[in-house]
């Protein structure tokens, strides 16, 4: 059935080969069930302003604790779920939990955290996606700026018409358009403008690199700018250190999000973190005294 390299003209399935297979069978047998079986949960990563401190927002991430499979990371089973068109359904799900989740976060804390969500290629084909997005805002009584869809460039680059009407719908109903993964992609920077986001995240890719590599640091910098000339907000993935933290900072990133902070962590674990995270800037405010 399949063509290959090998001698004889077709593919020679090896134990490898044949058990990844398998892998990806299971995997896709168990996407359709998942839902139902309640395997799914999310977790949050908090965004930090590199100018005030305070954390102004959390991304939603999927995570899928399959009870034949065990815990499966996103890298591994969103595209599976992409091809079949399981992202559907599973994504709609993501979108309604973060919702939820995260206006309980907002009355708890009592201010306006954004709450991010990832959106694949595949939902944003599909022509109910803004009405979702309405009826979730208003189920939950969600101020429609506090969500924020991210997209990567490849969905702008495919130049889908469709697409394009479903972005200008979504940002016509004030709900936020970032774009995740920035750098990786083939956009260029007239799609960037053409299509009017509302935020670039700097790949983690050139965030880990940038101490070592003056490449990842240019592209950095130049994202940075990029922003700030087109008046929207950067915010820089992967942050893990704090050398990351004070190079990004020096260069007027606006926000942060990275290991360094915290890894993801359910949401019931969010108020505690982000206390903490804040009593640190708190702390040296009073510590200062009365400077300034
Ligand atoms: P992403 O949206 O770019 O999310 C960032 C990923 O980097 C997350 O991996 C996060 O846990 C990880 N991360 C955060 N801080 C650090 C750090 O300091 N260092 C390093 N090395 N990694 C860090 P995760 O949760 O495994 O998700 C991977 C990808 O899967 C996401 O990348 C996103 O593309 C996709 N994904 C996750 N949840 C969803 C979802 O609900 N829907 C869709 N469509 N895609 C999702
Ligand atoms: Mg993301
Ligand atoms: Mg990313
Ligand atoms: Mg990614």
């Not at 479903?166 to 053409?194: C, H, N, P, Q, W």
Request: charged share 25%; glycine share 8%.
């Amino acid at each position: 059935q399949m063509k290959s390299e090998g001698r004889n003209g077709y593919q020679t399935f090896t134990d490898d080969m044949a058990s990844a297979s398998t892998r990806k069978r299971q995997l896709e047998a168990g996407l359709n069930h998942a839902l139902t079986l309640n395997e799914m949960e999310l977790v949050y990563q908090p965004q930090i302003s590199l100018k005030s401190g305070r954390v102004t927002g959390v991304e939603a991430l999927l995570r899928w604790r399959s009870g034949k499979l065990g815990l499966v990371a996103p890298n591994e089973f969103i595209p599976l779920a992409e091809e079949s068109g399981m992202i559907v359904p599973i994504g709609e799900w993501v979108l309604k939990t973060a919702c939820r989740e995260g206006r309980a976060l907002q009355l708890e804390m009592g201010r306006a955290l954004t709450i991010a969500v990832n959106i694949s290629p595949r939902q944003f084909q599909q022509d109910a996606l803004p009405k979702t997005v309405r009826e979730t805002l208003e189920e939950n009584e969600l101020d429609p700026a506090s969500l924020e869809l991210e997209i990567t460039e490849n969905i702008l680059v495919s130049d889908s018409p469709k697409a394009m009407t479903i972005l200008e719908k979504v940002r016509s109903l004030g709900v936020r358009v970032a774009i995740d993964d920035f750098g990786t992609g083939f956009s260029s920077m007239s799609y960037i403008m053409r299509f009017r986001v509302d935020r670039l995240k700097i790949d983690q890719s050139f965030v880990r690199d940038m101490a070592v590599n003056e490449d990842s640091l240019a592209v950095t910098s130049a994202v940075i700018a990029l922003a700030a000339g087109l008046h929207i907000t950067v915010v820089a993935e992967g942050v893990e250190s704090e050398a990351h933290r004070d190079l990004l900072a020096s260069k007027g990133c606006d926000e942060a999000q990275g290991y360094f902070y915290s890894a993801p962590v359910p949401i019931e674990r969010m108020r505690e973190l982000i206390r903490g995270l804040e009593v640190s800037i708190e702390s040296l405010a009073g510590g200062l005294g009365g400077v300034g």
